[in-house]
């Protein structure tokens, strides 16, 4: 199965892309720090989606706390938390229907 047609894994795909876009936007000495921790484990949330892997609820979660964690710390808007969290919890209410 081609797992580029999976809409979950779009969805993941997508969240991936996002936050790549907004931790460019951390500062300097946050990019070796949470940055990257939150581009790896969407990354993982996409790949784990891609080879029907199980984890993905938990890289899920993860993210959805880094997102928290990064909007708490000033490092993005309300805005765009709320963006990032709704393409979250989509891919997890995804994970969660059979």
């Known amino acids: 199965m081609d797992f580029t047609n999976d809409p979950t894994w779009q969805q993941a795909h ?3 892309l996002v ?3 907004l931790t460019m ?3 300097p000495e946050e990019q070796a ?3 990257a ?3 790896d484990v969407a990354i993982d949330l996409a790949a784990q989606i891609a080879a029907g892997e199980g984890g993905a609820q938990g890289a899920a979660a993860r993210l959805a706390y880094y997102l928290l964690l990064a909007r708490d710390l000033g490092f993005m808007t309300s805005n765009m938390y709320s963006e990032c ?3 979250v919890t989509r891919v997890q209410q995804m ?3 059979p």
Do not use: G, S, V
């Open 33 to 35: 720090r949470l940055a």
């Open 14 to 16: 997508r969240l991936t």
């Open 95 to 97: 994970l969660d229907t």
């Open 25 to 27: 936007m951390f500062p």
């Open 19 to 21: 936050i790549y876009q």
């Open 37 to 39: 921790r939150m581009r």
């Open 85 to 87: 969290h709704t393409l």
